[in-house]
Every structure is written in structure tokens, then in C-alpha cells.
């Protein structure tokens, strides 16, 4: 669901679980894919339930649910997420309980170490209460409704169990409250060490401009820690349970909305765009739920009762993370004589051992493994030979920080008041919400649970020693004293990740915002004009315009070049538009280019193993800046002008290679591409069934339409995007890819994946009347008696 479910399963999945066998045939497969689909018209009776449930599918595969109580609603969600994802479900189940190892193998011990490392162990009451006053007994329905389709699936499950041979678990409550789930986006370890790293190799003043934070704080060693051995064994754990571990901030999302003053309707307009790694099945499922008390519909997590994003019938909202610095790495000094002690202001404390058996396919008998715990929480990894262990200070040991899952109480807030009020709960991850309402008022509220540091100079970019006990977290921040605003006088308010602290804010939240390229291109759009429509803000989530290359294609004029072909590409750049279009000859120029600008410029200017080091790692901010400023002996503007000669010649000599010499029939989304592939695809007949041919994109990591991924390829974005009339809800438009359903051969399988290919969108209907006329799938869920 997550990329730490995505990346790693997926390919371990492939590789391991179904290893050997023999591939069936494609049209065999899919017969036997849709044999297995999931009923959603008709009737289907189950326990459970109280009063008879209406699921209408729409014509883009959303469940409208109409239920007469709270209780049934939830069971209901809980059954039809299931029927659409129980795959997806079951990994995600397994992941969070640290449970792998059972259908994988040995290479994920390690991962379902540190799920176990990281599960919640604190007060349960204060747990359950934190997310909302009923939010035990809502995911107590949910739970209830997963577990009834398993048992009504049991003999026909999904494809994807017949193929491996899993048999899917009954779900508990506590699957919910699963921590690893919000490891991703809930603070900066790794990039701790990633930062450790970097200062022993080429001291503090280097990392300060080689990785620069924001806002800009000196890099200061804390006192006693010493940087030897503080390299990526210590992320061992972090990087199996969460994917790799890059110092970049993720490329995140994007947020405005604007009030009547600016927009057509005369009522507020709201836009999201959250993106997360683009998967097959998608990360997010859409739902609309309907009973006493309930009329919301968006998007949320499968395994999660709610939606996250959406609107009611009075407030919509939509979110993108707001780096709040939420993790600590600890460096604990463990006792010659006894290693599960570590030194704490001059006494040796033991740490708490808890021993944990896990299963592993394959092996006649579990493992047992260790865990450990100091004050400061889990240990990730223990250096024996230097008497250290790396333990873990992170928000997810606090009550009501399971991902997403205050999202019960926004999803009823009816004004500014009772917004915020429900945003107060909403702990992790930390995001970015803005806010509109039927009676014309907008705003914007940071959220998230905010460590305050105590210790001098620190700000959380660097490990710090446990045992002098100088740094401590001395509680949280208010939710709020969090920044916000409230029908600010500009008429709108914008978010992409970007700093967003106040001038003169006396908080500490974190130093490692994303570039705030993508905020520069929404607010400079905003700002132009009045009049918005929702057709406006649907080019907006789609716009291509490159601020970076407004700075760096200028660079180009003026410069000196003898041969033919690199004058050509120099006119071809100084031509162009500067939007980073799928069609685009220019865009494909430039985009090569920039793969090939930062080796030519820094390369030869810092040591090897520096160099070796960052790598894949310095942000285009920083080459752009130094490329904009030549200063010193070794590097003036004659040396400039031939690492842009050096490394434009260099793009074209590839794009030759891949495409021809004539630039004309040059293509960015020929290189540029997005593939959704199924976990089980790994055979020609499966890859025929189970995955969409892949499709050519625009943009990059740095337009408003972020499509950022390795090697050319879309891996990141937003899978589903939102635009909600506060005028006319039905009105409001939304996108899922590839599709709602997580089952080959459903018709909702892959359905949405030309509309978001093509930048389109349908309509995200609400009323009764609208979701009657868009009804293509009636199932009414009934009590079964006896």
C-alpha cells in the first residue's frame, strides 16, 4: 500500500513465492481471474449485520454505501474494500504485524523484526480514545466486515491466493493500529545517518553546502558522539522494514484552495494532489459512506475504516506532508560486561528484552529474536565491536499515531471550529490540511504530533549519544500552536511540501522541507487572475512549467559552440517554452541533461569518496545555485560555460543513441514512462493478465504535475487527485489509478488509467440522484438470519 509494501513485496513476491512454477496460460488465467472476482450485484447475506446495507458501484467502480447505523456502516466498508483489495489487505496485514517471513522466506526476518520493534505498546485506552471518542467500536465493525467476506471468499479467494497458496487471516482490531505503516513519512532517521555520514567524510562546513538545510541551521557534531561506524548498517532494519533510505525529501503533494472572491462559482474551490508511489493496486480506495451521522466520500487507506481526504456535506479538505521532524537516533553506549545494558548518566540500565518467535516458510520451527528497548525506544541495531546500540525516538511509540486514522473524527467535523478541533487528534503523519465549507470560508492547519528538543544546538539533523541524558524530548507542541490561517486577505492559500513557517514562528518543526519550486509555480498561477473553475485547476494539477529550467536554460546564451549539432541543441533549449510536455523535443533535452549536469560539475570538484558518496543525492537547488554564482580560482565562468558545454554534448551523444540525431522526432514521454505492475507478474502470461501497457508522461520531479522516478520512469505522483465544488458537490471531480479494484479482470481493474493518462478525471457524484444515475452495480447486503 505504501512503498515500503510496494517496492519490497512486490519483488520479493515475484521472486520467491511462486518461484518454479509452472506458468499458466494467459487466457487460463485470466478464466480463472475472473472466476474469482467478487459479487457486487445482487444479494449477499451475512452475519453480522443488523439491518439490510445498499452498495451502489458507479460507473468508475466507487461504493456509494447507505446504511442505518454507524456499526453497520463500517461492517459494510470493511466488506467491500475487501472484496475489491483482500490482496492488497492481506500483505498490508502482514507487513504491519510482522508477518512476512511466514509466505516470503528468510529475507524478511528482518523486516518483520522491526515491524515487531516498532508495534505499539503503550496504554490502549488513551490509544483507542486519541482518534475519536467511538473509534474503538467503528474499527471493531470494520474489522468485522473484512473477516466476513474472508470467511464468504474462503472457498474461491482472489486470484492472487490461489496462485501462492496464502489463505487469508482474520483480521483483529489492532491490525489498524499498525506503526511501521507511518515509518516513511514520519521523520528523518536514515537521513541522520545519511548527514553523519557526509560530516565525518568531509566535515560540517561541507554538509552545510552540499546539503543545505531549511531554514538554514549551522551543522553542529553534538558534544561526545563520534561519527566512525555511523554508516548504512545502521539502517539496516530501517531499510528493510521501509524501503531505501535517500536524504531527499519526498517529492510529496500539492494543495490550494481558493474562496468566492477568486473562483467563477462565487464559492470556495479545493484541490489536492497527494503523491505517493504509483502501485498496482492503488495505494489509495475511493468510498462514499452514508448513514446517521455520515455522508462523506474520498479517499483513504483499504485497511483503514473512514477516507482521509474528501468532503461532507458542509467541509471539504485535502492534505500534503509538512515534514515535521518526528524520529531521533539515539547512539547508546552499551556495558562491556553485559550488552544489554546501556550507560545513562553515569549508572548502567538495562534495556528491556522482549523475545519473539517468527515464522519462516521453509523452516520446520520459528525463529527467536530479540528485541531490545532502551529509554529512548527500540534499538535498531547493536555495533558489538563498538559497544553501541542505535535505538529509535519516534512519535509512533505515542498513543494515536497510527497512520491516517484520525481521519474518523475530521471526516464529521462541520465548521472551522470543529475542523481543527478533529485535526488536534490527528497525530501522523504530519500534513499540510486545507479547509473549505458550504458557507464560503477557507483555511489552512498544520498538524502533527511535534517533539520539542531540549539541548543546545539541537536540531535533529544528526544522531546524538544517549547516556549524558542532554538530549531529551520535554513533551510536544500544542496542535495549536501549529501554524494556520483563516480566510487569509490573498483570498487563497497553497501548500507543496515547501517551508511553510511564518515569518517570526518561534517553533521548531523540522529543517528538511521539500524545494519550493512547485509552491513558486501554484502561487505565481494563483495570483494572475480571478475567475477560477475547476477545468482551471485541473490544468494546474497537470501544469508542466519548469522553474528550474527558467534558471538554467538561460545560462546557455551566450555560449560558445563549434560544432553543429551542439549549436542545434543549444537553440532547440533557448527556443523553448519551458513545460516539461510528454511531446516535447526540448523537454527531452533538457531532461537528459540535467542527469548529466551535476557529474560534470561536481565531480571534479570534490574528493572521490565525497563525490562517490553524494552522488544521486545533491539537490538540483544546489547545482543551480553554483552554476548561477562561479566564484573562485577553480571555478569561474570560462569553467562554467564548459561543464554546460561538456555535459549538453554529453545529452545529446545519449538521446542519438536511444532515438536517432534528428532532434525534431526527440520525445520526453518516448524515455519518460509509468508502469503499473502486479506483484505476481512475472511471466509472460501473467504479465498479459495482470498489468496495463505502460504509458507516456510530461512533467518532472520539480513541476506542479510531479512525476518524479529513477532511470526515466514515473514511480512517484498522485495516483489520485480531487477538485471539489463547495457550490455544487456533485459537480466535484476526482481520479484514482489504475483503477478501484485491486482483482484482475474486474472491470474496475484498470478502467481509470486512460482518463489519468490523458489528465481527465470523472465525476466524484454525491447526491442520491447523481449516484442513482451512475449506479452500474447494486448489491444489497442483507442480514442472514439463523
Not at 513533551?475 to 497553497?494: C, D, I, K, M
Amino acid at each position: 500500500m505504501r512503498r515500503w509494501l510496494t517496492t519490497f513485496v512486490a519483488l520479493l513476491l515475484a521472486a520467491q513465492l511462486v518461484a518454479g512454477q509452472r506458468a499458466p496460460v494467459a487466457e487460463g488465467l485470466a478464466e480463472r481471474a475472473r472466476g474469482a472476482l467478487a459479487q457486487i450485484e445482487g444479494r449477499v447475506e451475512l452475519r453480522g449485520l443488523r439491518q439490510p446495507v445498499e452498495v451502489l458501484r458507479d460507473e468508475w467502480g466507487v461504493p456509494h454505501i447507505y446504511a442505518r447505523s454507524q456499526d453497520d456502516l463500517f461492517f459494510a466498508q470493511g466488506f467491500v474494500a475487501a472484496q475489491d483489495r483482500l490482496w492488497q489487505m492481506e500483505l498490508w496485514r502482514r507487513a504491519g504485524e510482522g508477518r512476512l517471513a511466514e509466505v516470503v522466506g528468510p529475507a524478511a526476518v528482518e523486516r518483520d523484526r522491526v515491524a515487531r520493534l516498532l508495534r505499539y505498546r503503550g496504554d490502549m485506552r488513551a490509544e483507542w480514545a486519541s482518534y475519536a471518542p467511538d473509534a474503538r467500536r467503528i474499527i471493531e465493525a470494520f474489522v468485522r466486515g473484512v473477516n466476513a467476506f474472508i470467511e464468504a471468499s474462503r472457498d474461491n479467494p482472489p486470484i492472487e491466493f490461489q496462485l501462492t497458496g496464502i489463505k487469508p487471516e482474520p483480521w483483529t482490531p489492532e491490525v489498524c493500529l499498525a506503526r511501521v505503516a507511518g515509518l516513511e513519512v514520519s521523520g528523518n532517521a536514515g537521513r541522520e545517518v545519511t548527514r553523519a555520514q557526509l560530516v565525518r567524510l568531509a566535515g560540517a562546513q561541507a554538509a552545510d553546502s552540499l546539503l543545505p538545510t531549511d531554514p538554514f541551521v549551522p551543522t553542529v557534531v553534538p558534544a561526545g558522539l563520534d561519527l566512525a561506524g555511523i554508516d548504512n548498517s545502521v539502517l539496516g532494519g530501517l531499510n528493510a522494514a521501509g524501503g531505501a533510505v535517500n536524504f531527499r525529501a519526498p517529492n510529496g503533494s500539492n494543495n490550494w484552495v481558493v474562496d468566492g472572491a477568486l473562483s467563477a462559482t462565487g464559492k470556495p474551490l479545493l484541490s489536492n494532489d497527494p503523491h505517493r508511489t504509483l502501485a498496482l493496486p492503488s495505494l489509495r480506495y475511493m468510498a462514499h459512506l452514508v448513514a446517521p451521522g455520515w455522508d462523506v466520500i474520498g479517499a483513504g487507506e483499504p485497511a483503514l475504516p473512514g477516507v482521509a481526504v474528501g468532503h461532507n456535506r458542509r467541509v471539504g479538505f485535502g492534505f500534503t506532508i509538512v515534514n515535521v521532524d518526528q524520529q531521533d537516533l539515539y547512539v547508546e553506549e552499551t556495558n562491556p560486561a553485559d550488552a544489554t545494558q546501556v550507560l545513562y548518566r553515569g549508572r548502567w540500565e538495562p534495556m528491556r528484552v522482549e523475545r519473539e518467535r517468527i515464522g519462516v516458510k521453509g523452516e520446520a520451527s520459528p525463529r527467536v529474536v530479540e528485541l531490545h528497548f532502551t529509554r529512548h525506544g527500540p534499538v535498531l541495531y547493536e555495533d558489538t565491536q563498538r559497544r553501541r546500540a542505535y535505538a529509535l525516538r519516534s512519535v509512533m511509540s505515542e498513543p494515536g499515531t497510527a497512520a491516517y486514522l484520525a481521519a474518523l473524527a475530521v471526516d464529521r467535523a462541520t465548521d472551522w471550529r470543529t475542523f481543527r478541533a478533529a485535526l488536534a487528534r490527528w497525530r501522523a503523519p504530519s500534513e499540510n490540511f486545507v479547509y473549505a465549507d458550504t458557507a464560503g470560508n477557507i483555511g489552512w492547519q498544520a498538524t502533527g504530533l511535534t517533539p520539542l528538543r531540549d539541548g543546545r544546538d539541537w536540531h535533529g539533523l544528526l544522531p546524538v549519544p544517549g547516556g549524558a541524558g542532554e538530549y531529551e524530548w520535554r513533551g510536544f507542541l500544542s496542535p495549536y500552536e501549529l501554524p494556520h490561517t483563516f480566510n487569509p486577505a490573498q483570498h487563497f492559500v497553497a501548500t507543496a511540501n515547501h517551508n511553510i513557517l511564518p515569518a517570526g514562528y518561534r517553533h521548531e518543526l523540522g529543517y528538511e522541507f521539500s524545494p519550493p519550486t512547485r509552491f513558486r509555480r501554484i502561487d505565481e498561477v494563483l495570483r494572475a487572475r480571478r475567475g477560477w473553475t475547476l477545468a482551471d485547476f485541473a490544468r494546474l494539477q497537470h501544469d508542466t512549467a519548469s522553474l528550474p529550467a527558467r534558471e538554467l536554460v538561460p545560462l546557455l546564451r551566450g555560449l560558445r559552440a563549434d560544432d553543429a549539432e551542439l549549436r542545434a541543441a543549444v537553440d532547440l533549449l533557448l527556443g523553448w517554452d519551458m513545460n516539461v510536455d510528454a511531446d516535447s523535443p526540448a523537454a527531452a533535452l533538457y531532461e537528459v541533461w540535467l542527469t548529466k549536469l551535476t557529474p560534470a560539475l561536481f565531480k571534479p570538484r570534490l574528493k572521490p569518496e565525497v563525490w562517490s558518496f553524494m552522488a544521486g543525492r545533491l539537490a538540483l537547488s544546489t547545482v543551480i545555485a553554483s552554476l548561477k554564482n562561479p566564484t573562485g580560482a577553480d571555478f569561474g565562468a570560462d569553467e562554467r560555460d564548459e561543464v554546460l558545454r561538456q555535459s549538453l554534448a554529453a545529452a545529446v551523444g545519449d538521446l542519438r543513441t536511444r532515438f536517432g540525431a534528428d532532434m525534431r522526432r526527440w520525445r520526453w514521454g518516448d524515455l519518460h514512462r509509468t508502469d503499473f505492475r502486479h506483484a505476481l507478474s512475472n511471466d509472460e502470461a501473467r504479465r498479459a493478465v495482470f498489468d496495463p501497457a505502460p504509458v507516456p508522461r510530461g512533467g518532472d520531479a520539480n513541476t506542479v504535475m510531479a512525476t518524479s522516478g529513477a532511470n526515466f520512469r514515473q514511480t512517484h505522483g498522485a495516483s489520485f487527485r480531487e477538485l471539489l465544488d463547495l457550490g455544487d458537490w456533485d459537480n466535484s471531480l476526482a481520479i484514482n489509478v489504475p483503477g478501484q479494484s485491486g482483482q484482475p479482470e474486474s472491470p474496475h481493474y484498470t478502467d481509470l488509467l486512460p482518463l489519468w493518462a490523458a489528465g481527465r478525471y470523472f465525476p466524484l457524484v454525491y447526491t442520491r440522484a447523481a449516484v442513482e444515475r451512475h449506479t452500474r452495480h447494486r448489491l444489497l447486503l442483507a442480514p442472514k438470519r439463523g
